[in-house]
């Protein structure tokens, strides 16, 4: 069903996906990587965690999709780590959750906002990774080409800011582009290019240019020995940054689990079997925590 719910002010979209024949379910937040709405792949994992028992809700984040806020197509940590706050507040007022069994679950660059927000939210009781983008200073100089690369985006980013802050204009480059060199991913992904799988009209492919300053500065391997709940990560070597996981995992200060199977990065958004693989897994690791 379609959900509206209130972030500091600015309206959320949601899909909330309901167990059938279930009263007071457990509930989970969930939501995908970043610049994306919910139709990319959070609807599939909620639609999919429904069907194990859970009250699932995916949504669109403040400036993205169906949801309210400018400005609009902000990779911004701190408004999406509210929004998740916010989120788990919804789930917890509703009639049909039992707000004492809330979990989160983050596929891709939403690992690290949902890892905030249950390090500093004790309502939250069980936190499960999927495919998890994880980073900190050095992880990204690996990921980005060295300390000058990184270095130069940030005096892009920080650039384009002055420019939003002084005029209200946003510059905007693809996210991903197999032939524009200023692409936030300048490669040939077929998840977000394909219209059949990622490249949704839902998802106008546009990167704020302003974002890399809060993006590359975020340091989400330093929030894992604040996270005393439950955790599991799921994740293959021909992911996204696996040592990111190690990192996060080794540091964790709770019960924590593991899985490594196969896949590479996208096949986790919406390929077979990586999707059941992580959803079952998921499954299983909150029927054990909530």
């Not at 340091?219 to 799921?234: E, W």
Request: proline share 5%; glycine share 8%.
């Amino acid at each position: 069903m379609k959900v509206e719910f209130d972030s500091d002010g600015v309206e959320l979209v949601g899909n909330l996906y309901l167990p059938q024949g279930q009263d007071r379910a457990p509930g989970v937040v969930v939501a995908g990587t970043w610049t994306s709405v919910k139709e990319m792949m959070a609807d599939r994992y909620a639609e999919r965690l429904a069907r194990h028992g859970y009250a699932a809700l995916s949504f669109d984040f403040t400036g993205f999709g169906e949801s309210a806020g400018e400005p609009r197509d902000v990779e911004s940590p701190r408004r999406k780590i509210r929004d998740i706050h916010s989120a788990v507040s919804f789930l917890a007022g509703h009639s049909a959750v039992d707000a004492e069994r809330l979990g989160a679950l983050g596929i891709c660059a939403a690992a690290m906002y949902m890892s905030d927000n249950t390090a500093h939210d004790t309502r939250v009781k069980s936190l499960a990774l999927v495919a998890p983008w994880l980073h900190d200073a050095g992880i990204c100089e690996q990921a980005y080409g060295g300390a000058e690369a990184v270095a130069a985006k940030i005096e892009l980013g920080e650039r384009a800011r002055s420019r939003f802050d002084e005029t209200g204009e946003i510059d905007y480059v693809p996210v991903v582009s197999a032939t524009d060199e200023r692409a936030a991913m300048p490669y040939d992904i077929d998840f977000y290019l394909d219209p059949a799988r990622g490249g949704i009209s839902a998802w106008p492919n546009r990167f704020a240019v302003m974002s890399w300053v809060d993006w590359l500065t975020f340091d989400s391997i330093a929030l894992a020995p604040k996270i005393s709940q439950p955790t599991l990560l799921v994740h293959s070597e021909q992911g996204a940054i696996p040592e990111g996981a190690r990192s996060f995992h080794a540091g964790l200060a709770g019960p924590k689990d593991l899985l490594w199977t196969e896949g590479t990065q996208f096949d986790f958004y919406d390929q077979e079997p990586q999707v059941t693989v992580a959803v079952d897994t998921v499954a299983a690791h909150f029927a054990r925590t909530l």
